[in-house]
């Protein structure tokens, strides 16, 4: 029985190690805790200033040449609707401030068209009685240095299109906001 408790003692000693030592891909934010509300300050809602959140990532893959980050609505009633697209973000990068949209992005990244038909942030305004949305922040680590910024709106499955076998890594957080 000694034996036996021995083992099951090494083993999770030797499996912490393994865990330690693996350190995963992470997206967080000071603007608004994981799963968490949006404060209103981020939205375009009334009263709200849409200012881009900021965002920072930690453990991206060694062989990162850049990042991509995605903001979708993933309510049912808003149609995956974008709210941020952000593409050739530069591998020393590791964080974005709030108000960077449309102000100081990083030397290189390129703001894409949201739903709202503009570039940058665009953010939340769900309709009013549709309850609480989600909304999921993305960071995708390219093994690519650079994406040819489109020509014409891509909608999130179109980037994901000109993603594939290009991502290294992702990470999400999720942050939340209702209109009553």
């Known amino acids: 029985m000694k ?19 693996t350190k995963s891909f992470t997206l967080t934010s000071k603007s608004f805790k994981n799963n968490g509300a949006i404060p209103t300050e981020f939205t375009k809602a009334a009263g ?6 900021q965002l920072s990532w930690f453990n991206a893959p060694p062989e990162t040449k850049s990042f991509v980050i995605t903001c979708i609505d993933i309510h049912p009633v808003a149609h ?5 697209m952000v593409i050739n973000i530069p591998e020393k990068v590791s964080s974005l401030e709030e108000e960077a949209s449309c102000g100081s992005m990083p030397k290189g990244a390129t703001e894409l068209q ?3 038909k503009l570039k940058g942030w665009g953010g939340p305004m769900p309709p009013p009685g549709t309850g609480v949305h989600q909304y999921v ?15 014409q709106k891509l909608s999130e499955k179109a980037l994901l299109r000109l993603l594939a ?13 209702e209109e009553k």
């Open 80 to 84: 995956r609707w974008v709210h941020w």
């Open 3 to 21: 034996k036996f408790f021995m083992a099951v003692a090494l083993s999770l000693i030797f499996s912490g190690m393994a865990f330690a030592e």
């Open 48 to 53: 709200g200033d849409n200012t881009s959140p």
């Open 165 to 177: 076998g290009k991502i290294l890594a992702q990470a999400s957080i999720t942050g939340t906001y």
């Open 137 to 151: 922040f993305t960071i995708y680590a390219l093994k690519k240095a650079g994406i040819k910024p489109p020509k």
């Open 114 to 116: 949201n739903s709202f």
